[in-house]
T-cell receptor, first 118, second 111 residues
């Protein structure tokens, strides 16, 4: 049981290049998320997918696109990378459930991708 | 006012002491609260969540929630050097799946 896996672990891009970050989970979770983490800014939600077939914008979606390929996989694409997209990217997944109206929906994180855009 | 606020630290405590980490939130409608731990260079991992006023204990960790004051804290008893990490407070936004994270408090436990 690998949990949440991400590829690649590290990537260096030049401005204007494109790339896709891959994420997969084997916990049969309904919901998946992409975050970026920058010093002093904390974790910020880029996009999320509440269930297979749906995707929604988070706090910082500009410059990114996502695809929920199936229940297991959720990819993040940078079409034209910019230095401002230098960050650590985390994928996460959760069951997508609540209990009596209060969320007890634990998110499990992948190991992260460290992206540098020159 | 930020939705979730934490003191960035570092909070330095000696081994064996109680570490107290604090978090305030702005949305009075928030019902549940999560504490994650993140070691340097690693991904966040859940320590515990709380959604009722009062205390919730799990081993050396106790989460305390005061909804009237919009304040949630995490106490770590008998702190160990291995507890040295950044602790993130997270609160679900409306729609429960959108977690809003604080910027985290860095804890340093000295031997």
């Amino acid at each position: 049981n690998a949990g949440v896996t991400q590829t690649p672990k590290f990537q260096v891009l030049k401005t204007g290049q494109s790339m896709t970050l891959q994420c997969a989970q084997d916990m049969n979770h309904n919901s998946m998320y992409w975050y970026r983490q920058d010093p002093g800014m904390g974790l910020r939600l880029i996009y999320y997918s509440a269930s297979e077939g749906t995707t929604d914008k988070g706090e910082v979606p500009n410059g990114y696109n996502v695809s929920r390929l199936n229940k297991r996989e959720f990819s993040l694409r940078l079409e034209s990378a910019a230095p401002s997209q230098t960050s650590v990217y985390f994928c996460a997944s959760s069951k997508g459930t609540t209990s009596g109206g209060a969320s007890t929906d634990t998110q499990y994180f992948g190991p992260g991708t460290r992206l540098t855009v020159l | 006012q930020k939705e979730v606020e934490q003191n960035s630290g570092p909070l330095s405590v000696p081994e064996g002491a109680i570490a107290s980490l604090n978090c305030t939130y702005s949305d009075r409608g928030s019902q549940s609260f999560f504490w994650y731990r993140q070691y340097s260079g690693k991904s966040p991992e859940l320590i515990m969540f709380i959604y009722s006023n009062g205390d919730k204990e799990d081993g050396r960790f106790t989460a305390q929630l005061n909804k009237a004051s919009q304040y949630v804290s995490l106490l770590i008893r008998d702190s160990q050097p291995s507890d040295s990490a950044t602790y993130l407070c997270a609160v679900p936004r409306t729609g429960f799946q959108k977690l809003v994270f604080g910027t985290g408090t860095r804890l340093l436990v000295s031997p």
